[in-house]
DNA sequence: CTCGTGATATACAAGAATGCATGGCAAGCC
DNA sequence: GGCTTGCCATGCATTCTTGTATATCACGAG
């Protein structure tokens, strides 16, 4: 084939994708952080390419660069270049056939800290070669970015490229400490909750929003104390400071606090395991997934 | 934002672009050679890139590599990365608005040979710090491919991401040598070349079935030379030992051929300049463009 | 069968890219 | 205004990558 067939790509890809991650982050600081490398590494390879290419792509002005307009022109065919290196990258880790290497995991932290531990625990016993990385975060991470490679969800994901598997349910009751119900009175029904104090975890509006579709009479004026850590927020209920709702197994494991309004019932909440369709072949990431979902599943039945 | 985010291009993408050029080319070293790099340095990257991504791409056996199944599987996302690179690296040239820097020309060798030497020389005065690559090939270079950046031809392009100027038309005629013409009698009518000797440039087929076309009677029989080089063609005519139909202003300059069967007039042949849409904007091709355009058409008209 | 060609893998020296440290600068906040 | 913070630019030691030279191997021709 004639060389000059390759012309095009003989420019440095590295230069190119720090262009593009400098450009998406809006800072070369910040783009050699996202990328593990350092700011003058950065701020060379995106000169390099500059020159390389015959065009100023970044305007600098003291603080913060800005795209030129060639360098907006370009920003797009490299942004294509960056996805198409995710996907190569998904599918790498899909072709994977290593048992040993590293899987993301990311739950919530209330479901991370007290589901977890043991599963990955088994886990290790089963495959010693495997390093588990937990993201215990409430923010939902996206698995087609491979922020994670699999995630523990409540709610059953709607994109085609997941692949979920309905663990099992539980369901959410009423808790409290005891210290809580000496003050505030034990409550019998659900209207004798009007004055009562909740812990709320994550949003205050839309935690808000969730309990009244439960049933709940509950106002803003109820949510004294909040956190967007939800283990955070069991343990305020734990020293009593507040009632909150909670998953009975997550509650069947803290001695702490006690069921209120037993004659209570929510919906019951489904238990996802989630994952990218790509990552189905690779023997590493199936291999948590399958023993993450036999754990879990188990861990219910008690 | 996260740094997870770059997780998945945090690869090296100078390792991907060696896998992708030794996919396509079939092996290491001639990957190399197509990059302007070294057989040891492609090797050595294609090895960390399946180190990196955990998966074996390549198959050794012996001699040449093949792609295993993974590798297979990848290699669609890397074209695509490929491709991204190119169109990226086109937009930047047409971005560039250096007015040094190389333009790469091609045509045939004919119109090479004979029309560009002067022209040339006159973008040397008005732009110096130009370099001109000439890729004189009779091959039509594919210009979305960038194996070229403005392409003098023959026919009109179709293609919508191509603009062409049409600069001028000229004629083609017979001609010949006076001592061919001694030896084989100097035909005054199209009919009396039927048992010429002709010498045809390009493959011997398409050369007929275009010669047929413009009304000559001539069979296979009548083709006694031929060559791939229009110049080298060209040089037998001079020489003597046989006729060709031939542009009207390449043969004014061959004082050594002279016109056979005057009345003769073939269709009128146009002449087109090639580049690609992305590339006007840029300052230094536009004015190669435009020096060709205004030369070439003043050239005819001589 | 032997040899030639063209391929991949390895050893070592030269070169280039990287990281660390520093300096300078602009913007936001007491 | 002075202070803090976060950013980009530059000098220097180090590490890593690359290239050269060479060994080795497979296939095909004579």
Redesign the interface.
């Known amino acids: 084939?004639?060389?000059?067939?390759?012309?095009?790509?003989?420019?440095?890809?590295?230069q190119?994708?720090a262009f593009?991650?400098t450009a998406?982050?809006g800072s070369l600081s910040?783009a050699a952080?996202?990328?593990?490398l350092t700011q003058p590494t950065l701020g060379r390879q995106v000169a390099a390419l500059e020159e390389a290419?015959?065009?100023t792509l970044f305007e600098r002005l003291g603080r913060s660069l800005s795209l030129t307009e060639?360098g907006l022109?370009?920003v797009d065919?490299?942004k294509?270049?960056?996805e198409?290196?995710?996907?190569?990258?998904?599918?790498?880790?899909?072709?994977?056939?290593?048992i040993e290497?590293q899987v993301?995991i990311t739950a919530s932290d209330l479901l991370s800290v007290y589901h977890l531990p043991p599963v990955l625990e088994r886990l290790r016993c089963i495959a010693p070669e495997i390093e588990v990385e937990v993201?215990a975060s409430n923010e939902i991470?996206?698995l087609k970015?491979?922020?994670?490679d699999i995630a523990i969800r409540h709610v059953r994901p709607e994109q085609p490229d997941l692949i979920a598997k309905h663990v099992r349910d539980t369901t959410a009751h009423l808790y409290a400490a005891p210290a809580y119900l000496e003050r505030h009175g034990r409550p019998s029904t659900v209207e004798d909750l009007v004055d009562s104090v909740f812990v709320a975890a994550g949003q205050p509006d839309r935690y808000l929003a969730d309990v009244r579709s439960s049933g709940l009479p509950l106002t803003k004026a109820n949510l004294k104390y909040m956190s967007d850590s939800g283990v955070m927020a069991w343990e305020m209920v734990k020293q009593g400071l507040g009632m909150a709702i909670m998953f009975r197994d997550v509650a069947e494991l803290t001695p702490e606090v006690e069921n209120v309004v037993p004659d209570f019932g929510t919906v019951p909440v489904p238990l996802w395991l989630v994952t990218h369709r790509e990552l189905r072949t690779s023997r590493r990431i199936r291999l948590v997934f399958d023993v993450l979902a036999e754990a879990l599943a188990r861990d219910g039945s008690t």
């Open positions: 084939m004639a060389s000059r067939t390759w012309q095009t790509v003989r420019f440095d890809w590295n190119a994708r593009l991650v998406e982050e910040a952080r996202a990328l593990g290419l015959g065009v060639p022109e370009l065919h490299v294509a270049m960056g198409a290196a995710g996907r190569m990258s998904l599918a790498a880790s899909g072709q994977s056939q290593a290497g993301c993201v991470r996206d970015r491979r922020e994670a």
